[in-house]
């Protein structure tokens, strides 16, 4: 959609338009029904059509990007995915992006194949992917440099901990070549421990974004001071 690449045209709208908020737009089919069901008799993929356009009309002059939860869509057949198509289509006709989150993780092949569905077939600017099976899986999504590929990282949901908060052993040599560029203080702390969800956010940020195309999900409804953490880990 954008002439720029996907992290020029964020930067692009932040700094130069002044907008920043991501719209969300995960319907949930209780909620579209008591929204519109009224005024918009019919089949329940109609009225989620109906809805999520008006969603956009009335909140685009605000937005930086729009973000969609694939599965809130494929849940409902072949008329979701149209939907869904055709909602990319009139948040492109604004001029703005579009993140399909996914978090797609799986084996290089399958992920080859996503890309293509999620890029080329849907249209949409980046999506989310899962790292924890590695860089090599996922390079088919790395590969496509004028899109973008947001790593989760660091999630609020309350069992988020349990995986992600794991202390954990790395090379020693990696986490120097990783780090020589982050304030001493950040850095002496991660070589006395270091959390599985700060050693996601250094590779991404620091080995797999040769494209300039990666980023990471790191919530802060929870805890802001990871948010501040993470900014630290990957430069931004």
Same mark, same amino acid.
């Given at each position: ?11 692009? &709208?932040? &700094? ?19 929204? %519109? ?33 694939? +599965?809130?869509?494929?849940?409902? /057949? ?120 700060? +050693?996601?956010?250094?590779? %991404?940020?620091?080995? +797999? ?9 790191? /919530? ?17």
């Amino acid at each position: 959609m954008a002439t720029r690449s996907f992290q020029e045209e964020v930067a692009y &709208r932040n &700094r130069v338009l002044g907008k920043h908020l991501c719209v969300g737009l995960d319907p949930v089919r209780e909620r579209v029904i008591k929204a %519109v069901g009224a005024k918009y008799p019919g089949m329940v993929t109609g009225r989620l059509a109906v809805f999520l356009r008006e969603e956009v009309d009335r909140t685009h002059e605000s937005a930086a990007v729009y973000k969609l939860n694939f +599965w809130f869509f494929f849940n409902r /057949g072949s008329a979701g995915i149209q939907v869904l198509h055709d909602i990319i289509q009139h948040i492109h006709e604004y001029g703005i992006l579009v993140i399909l989150d996914t978090k797609i993780g799986d084996i290089g092949a399958t992920c080859e194949q996503a890309a293509g569905a999620i890029f080329d077939q849907m249209g949409a600017d980046a999506t989310t992917a899962n790292p924890y099976m590695g860089q090599d899986a996922v390079q088919p999504l790395l590969d496509r440099a004028d899109r973008g590929v947001i790593f989760i990282c660091k999630t609020t949901n309350k069992g988020s901990g349990e995986l992600q908060e794991l202390p954990v052993t790395v090379p020693q040599e990696e986490l120097l070549a990783l780090t020589e560029s982050i304030p001493a203080t950040i850095r002496e702390r991660l070589e006395h421990t270091i959390l599985l969800w700060e +050693w996601v956010a250094l590779k %991404v940020a620091r080995k +797999w974004n040769n494209n300039g195309n990666c980023g990471i999900v790191v /919530g802060a409804t929870a805890n802001p001071v990871d948010l501040r953490f993470a900014r630290r880990l990957v430069g931004s």
